[in-house]
């Protein structure tokens, strides 16, 4: 085997070891992460290109034969969700840079590894992918309206710059992965383990610049930074829960929990690529501080999980 496809492939079983590791290292360079913060955007193209030439194409195209479940289930976690969770948050008198990452966080699209982590916690991860496929496809549509005009959220960016900004990483990373799928060819599959060794490594370098600042505002503001990480969980719980709960009355217990659980896991990381950096620090604080519940939740709510849907 080449040396590097292997070192690629063991990184990606590593990944859960490598990526809080690549945190630290932004913590512990701060000077690094401000220095990578324009690498952002470019990284956030290649992560969704990998993920999409990972993609089984042949599966994805035997689910999208009856995509409306996922389709509805994918506007109601960019929509509905949202909406109902922004009146809650304004309503427990938080810090109004909190309140507004909340509502934004509620609005980004799903994270294309909730396929994988839903496969461990025994939910449904055909329909994982395609709300995490689908969701990442609609965002430019949904989240710029929604923050800038229904919830009147000052993001210092327009309507159309957002929209373009969030639909050009789609369209860049679908081009890309169609020029990966076709230069692989059938060693595609076999190029599986490789290319999640080098969507971890674009992660690591994605984690470095997301922790820019981070320190000063923890030695300035700690009880702040504290709230954050607390908000962060809540968030994502919440916004699991409501997802969950809605949807237990008419679908079947274990898609109502994938649901919730696609509704909870968001590509926050995503907004902090798009957006200019005049906007609300608060915003990116909290980009930096929900990092932790996204790597430690899936854990968290495993024997929940486990106890809801026995095998």
Not at 123 to 133: E, F, N, Q, Y
Not at 207 to 224: C, N, S, T, W
Not at 267 to 272: C, E, G, Y
Not at 282 to 310: K, S
Request: hydrophobic share 60%; glycine share 8%; proline share 7%.
């Amino acid at each position: 085997m080449n040396p590097v496809v292997f070192v690629l492939a063991h990184m990606g079983r590593r990944a859960t070891t490598l990526l809080p590791f690549s945190l630290l290292l932004g913590l512990l360079f701060q000077d690094i992460a401000a220095a990578a913060r324009p690498l952002l955007m470019p990284l956030a193209v290649t992560l969704l290109m990998l993920a999409l030439a990972r993609v089984d194409w042949d599966r994805l195209s035997a689910l999208l034969r009856r995509p409306g479940l996922a389709i509805a289930l994918s506007l109601l976690n960019l929509i509905a969700v949202p909406l109902v969770v922004w009146p809650i948050w304004q309503g427990l008198g938080l810090w109004p840079g909190l309140v507004a990452a909340l509502c934004l966080s509620a609005m980004a699209p799903g994270i294309i590894s909730a396929a994988t982590t839903a496969t461990f916690l025994r939910l449904d991860s055909s329909l994982a992918l395609l709300i995490s496929l689908f969701t990442n496809f609609l965002v430019p549509f949904t989240l710029p309206p929604l923050a800038l005009w229904l919830l009147g959220l000052d993001l210092k960016i327009g309507l159309l710059d957002l929209s373009l900004r969030l639909g050009l990483i789609v369209a860049l990373a679908l081009v890309g992965a169609i020029v990966i799928r076709r230069f692989l060819g059938a060693k595609v599959t076999e190029a599986g383990p490789a290319l999640d060794g080098l969507s971890v490594v674009v992660l690591m370098i994605f984690a470095i610049p997301l922790m820019d600042g981070v320190v000063a505002r923890a030695v300035a503001e700690p009880v702040k930074l504290g709230g954050f990480i607390a908000g962060a969980f809540a968030g994502m719980l919440l916004c699991n829960l409501v997802m969950a709960v809605g949807m237990l009355p008419i679908l079947d217990r274990r898609i109502a929990l994938t649901a919730g659980y696609c509704s909870g896991g968001r590509h926050n990381a995503l907004l902090m690529a798009v957006l200019p950096v005049t906007a609300d620090p608060d915003i990116f604080l909290f980009i930096a501080a929900v990092q932790f519940p996204i790597y430690l939740i899936p854990t968290l709510l495993q024997p929940l999980y486990r106890r809801l849907l026995p095998s």
